[in-house]
């Protein structure tokens, strides 16, 4: 059965940083792009970013608005996907969803872990 | 960024009856579309991939439409667990999601 798993939430200060992984059982991690969806509290959904899979290069893509402070990689050999998050702001607040993507769709998601930015 | 628009807001149906729910793209995103349902709680549950394929377990009431701007799903017989948001996705350009449509009961 395929199953996803974040962790790495919590509260966290303005202008910290914070690593989430995505820990992933029951496919082939590899061979599939891995994406990473938010909800603020109350709001709708927000795609973040994802990684293509190993065969595509491995390359990441982020959002626009928070390319130059949210990275997404990932380790094949542990079948973990992670996000980066540098310089968090209040906004960034929410629940994070990773995601198993098929044909460019999120197939599959983990239950979230919510990310919490405040003094 | 590709900019999602999605109407009406609300829908308020009552079981039995067919909802049709609408997604329009500020550029066009081929046929690059899926849509999701969300309840409270929950993660987000896959329906349609590339406007109009359903994804695996999807009941057939469950069916999308459309290619370049606009796109359709439609529900063609609401049952009480088909109450919840739903969103359309974008894949062609990056990624971003609609504001969602909130299906709830009349």
């Known amino acids: 059965e395929v199953h996803l798993a974040e962790s790495g939430g919590g509260l966290v200060q303005p202008g910290r940083s914070l690593r989430l992984s995505c820990m992933t059982s029951?496919?082939?991690?590899?061979?599939?792009?891995v994406a990473w969806v938010r909800q603020a509290p109350g709001k709708g959904l927000e795609w973040v970013g994802f990684i293509r899979a190993t065969r595509y290069g491995a390359t990441p893509e982020s959002a626009a608005s928070l390319e130059d402070r949210f990275t997404v990689s990932r380790d094949d050999s542990k079948a973990i996907g992670y996000l980066d998050m540098n310089r968090l702001k209040t906004e960034d607040t929410g629940v994070y969803f990773c995601?198993?993507?098929?044909?460019?769709?999120?197939?599959?998601w983990g239950q979230g872990t919510l990310v919490t930015v405040s003094s | 960024e590709i900019v999602l628009t999605q109407s009406p807001a609300t829908l308020s149906l009552s079981p039995g009856e067919s909802a049709t729910l609408s997604c329009r793209a500020s550029q066009s995103v081929s046929r690059h579309l899926a849509w999701y349902q969300h309840k409270p709680g929950q993660a987000p549950r896959l329906l349609i991939y590339d406007a109009s394929n359903r994804a695996t377990g999807i009941p057939v009431r469950f069916s999308g439409s459309g290619s370049g701007t606009d796109f359709t799903l439609t529900i063609s017989s609401l049952e009480p667990e088909d109450f919840a948001v739903y969103y359309c996705q974008q894949r062609d350009d990056r990624g971003t999601f609609g504001p969602g449509t909130k299906v709830d009961v009349k």
């Open positions: 995601v198993k993507e098929r044909e460019g769709a999120g197939e599959k």
């Open positions: 029951g496919f082939t991690f590899g061979d599939y792009n």
